[in-house]
C-alpha cells in the first residue's frame, strides 16, 4: 500500500481529461453493446431449441439399473448420474442432435514442456490465454524451429476447445494465426455443412455443452476432458437459416468488442503521447483515426 501510495499521476488539463473521459464511455459502449449482441444470439438458441426457461433438476437422487449404468458408461461415481443431467438430455430429445465426433475432425496439439519455454519465437497458447471472446497475448514462446515446422499454426474458422483445467472453453479464430496451441487445446474442424462455425461455437460455450463437460470431467480434482468423451458430445441442430441468424449476431458482437479494444489501445497511446509530447498533438492524433 505505501508503493502504491507514492505512485505519481500526470495532471493533465480539464480539456484532455473530458477529451479522453468521452472516448472511455465509447470503449465501454462498444463493449456492452458487444457484450449484448452475444447474449441475444444466446437467446436466440435457447429460444429455438424450447430452453428459455430450462432449470436443471435439483434432485440429488438418481436411481438406475446396472445396465443402463456402469455397463454402459463405465462410470461408478455418482456425480456422473445427477438427475440434472436427465432433465437436459429429456430437453435434447425433443430436437434434432448430431454427436460432435460426427460433425468435426478433433486434432491435438502439442505439450513441450517448460523447458521448451521462451521469451522469443512463437507465441505459445495455454488455456489461461484463451476465452469465448478471443486469446489474450501469450508471455511465452517457443523456437520457430521445430515448432514452427509441426503443422500445429491454426487456421481460418478453426474452433479451438480447451480439455484440461477450465474445460469446454470454445473460441473459433477468425483468420490464420500463426501459434502453437497447448496440448490441453483441441482443434477442431468442421466436416459437416449442416452447422456453421460461429453457431457450433456458440453451442459448444452454451449451457448445454457445459453440463455434458461438467459430467464427463467431473470425479477429480484437476477436470481432464477426454477427446473420447468429446466425440460423444450432443450437439442440437437448426435449420441453417436460424443459425445464420444467430452466427450475424456473434459476428456483429466480435466486431464491436474488436473496435472497444482497438480504441482502449489508442485512448492508452493518446495519454501517452500528452505526456511525451503535448495534449494537443495526442488530441489530434486520436481524433483523425
Known amino acids: 500500500m505505501s508503493q502504491i501510495e507514492q505512485l ?21 459502449a462498444l463493449s456492452d453493446g458487444g457484450q449484448n449482441l452475444y447474449l441475444q444470439a444466446e437467446q436466440i438458441l435457447l429460444d429455438n431449441l424450447g430452453m428459455t426457461d430450462f432449470i436443471p433438476s435439483t434432485e440429488k437422487v438418481s436411481v438406475k439399473n446396472f445396465s443402463e449404468g456402469f455397463r454402459t458408461s463405465g462410470r461408478l461415481d455418482a456425480e456422473y448420474y445427477h ?50 471472446y478471443g486469446l489474450s497475448n501469450p508471455e511465452i514462446h517457443l523456437s520457430r524451429i521445430p515448432f514452427s515446422h509441426m503443422n500445429l499454426q491454426p487456421k481460418k474458422d478453426t474452433i479451438l476447445l480447451s480439455k484440461d483445467g477450465s474445460v469446454g472453453i470454445a473460441y473459433k479464430v477468425e483468420k490464420d ?30 449451457l448445454i455443452v457445459k453440463m455434458q463437460a461438467e459430467r464427463d470431467a467431473g470425479g477429480s480434482i484437476i477436470q ?52 511525451e509530447k503535448d495534449e494537443q498533438t495526442a488530441m489530434a492524433w486520436l481524433s483523425n483515426l
Open 83 to 132: 438427475a440434472k443431467y436427465d432433465t437436459l438430455f429429456a430437453k435434447l430429445s425433443a430436437v434434432k442432435t448430431y454427436l460432435l465426433g460426427a460433425l468435426v475432425w478433433i486434432k491435438k496439439s502439442v505439450e513441450p514442456g517448460s523447458n521448451e519455454y521462451r521469451t522469443e519465437g512463437i507465441p505459445f497458447v495455454r488455456v489461461s490465454d484463451l476465452s469465448r
Open 8 to 28: 505519481k499521476i500526470p495532471l493533465l488539463t480539464d480539456e484532455f481529461q473530458r477529451f479522453i473521459r468521452e472516448k472511455i464511455y465509447r470503449i465501454h
Open 177 to 206: 494465426l500463426d501459434i502453437v496451441t497447448s496440448g490441453a487445446i483441441l482443434h477442431l474442424k468442421l466436416k459437416s455443412d449442416q452447422f456453421l462455425p460461429d453457431y457450433l461455437t456458440l453451442v459448444l460455450n452454451s
Open 224 to 275: 481432464h476432458w477426454k477427446p473420447s468423451e468429446i466425440e460423444k458430445v450432443v450437439i442440437p441442430w437448426l435449420p441453417i437459416d436460424r443459425q445464420e441468424q444467430i452466427s450475424y449476431k456473434i459476428q456483429e458482437s466480435f466486431s464491436l468488442r474488436r473496435e472497444s479494444r482497438e480504441l482502449l489501445e489508442r485512448t492508452k497511446q493518446a495519454v501517452e503521447m500528452a505526456i
